[in-house]
T-cell receptor, first 111, second 114 residues
Framework: GQNIDQPTEMTATEGAIVQINCTYQ??????LFWYQQHAGEAPTFLSY????GLEEKGRFSSFLSRSKGYSYLLLKELQMKDSASYLC????????????FGKGTTLSVSS | NAGVTQTPKFRILKIGQSMTLQCAQD?????MYWYRQDPGMGLKLIYY???????DKGEVPNGYNVSRSTTEDFPLRLELAAPSQTSVYFC?????????????FGSGTRLTVV
């Protein structure tokens, strides 16, 4: 079966660091994506990992361990505008096959 | 570039009515997808297409139909609308070999069936 797990909700304060975890069990693996989705809007692309290790992009970093079926999204120097849902998604095989999405983690950032 | 355009943005349907959700992309992407998103349930794949004339079912296809007569357009048809189809619908596209950029999403259609 295909399964992607991530926490339902997280809270943090402005300026802090937060790590959102994602574990996956899929029939194959051709990359893991993180998307950000603000309330009432479409998801927007944040990051892509296909090899083990850390990918850094400004305040956001994403890590992948294929052997453990595990990824995390690290958000630094949190801002109020980072309050959103964060979706973990896996491409189970070759490009074109649809992404499988987790249920999303709703992050609330307070001042 | 407009990207992925979805219409309408909002719609209220009565039980048993039919409608078509429109999706068009101008990026010459081969791959297109329809998802529905319910609160707390994530994005569920309804149908997808890997090119004009080719469509395939996703995880939750019942009650829906699609067609892909051109590369640009991928409409989703709801026949005999039911309250269970109340949801937010997203269309997305992806280029061949564009694996590392994921999807481009449309802005969504918020559908209520009463």
């Amino acid at each position: 079966g295909q399964n992607i797990d991530q926490p339902t909700e997280m809270t943090a304060t402005e300026g802090a660091i937060v790590q959102i975890n994602c574990t996956y069990q899929t029939s194959g693996f051709n990359g893991l994506f993180w998307y950000q989705q603000h309330a009432g809007e479409a998801p927007t692309f944040l990051s892509y990992n296909v090899l083990d290790g850390l990918e850094e992009k400004g305040r956001f970093s994403s890590f992948l361990s294929r052997s453990k079926g595990y990824s995390y999204l690290l958000l630094k120097e949190l801002q109020m505008k980072d309050s959103a849902s964060y979706l973990c998604a896996v491409s189970p095989n070759q490009a074109g096959t649809a992404l499988i999405f987790g249920k999303g983690t709703t992050l609330s950032v307070s001042s | 570039n407009a990207g992925v355009t979805q219409t309408p943005k909002f719609r209220i349907l009565k039980i048993g009515q039919s409608m078509t959700l429109q999706c068009a992309q101008d990026m010459n992407h081969n791959y297109m997808y329809w998802y529905r998103q319910d609160p707390g349930m994530g994005l569920k794949l309804i149908y997808y297409s890997v090119g004009a004339g080719i469509t395939d079912k996703g995880e939750v296809p019942n009650g829906y139909n699609v067609s892909r007569s051109t590369t640009e357009d991928f409409p989703l048809r709801l026949e005999l609308a039911a309250p269970s189809q109340t949801s937010v619908y997203f269309c997305a596209s992806r280029a061949v070999g564009g694996a590392n950029y994921g999807y481009t999403f449309g802005s969504g259609t918020r559908l209520t069936v009463v």
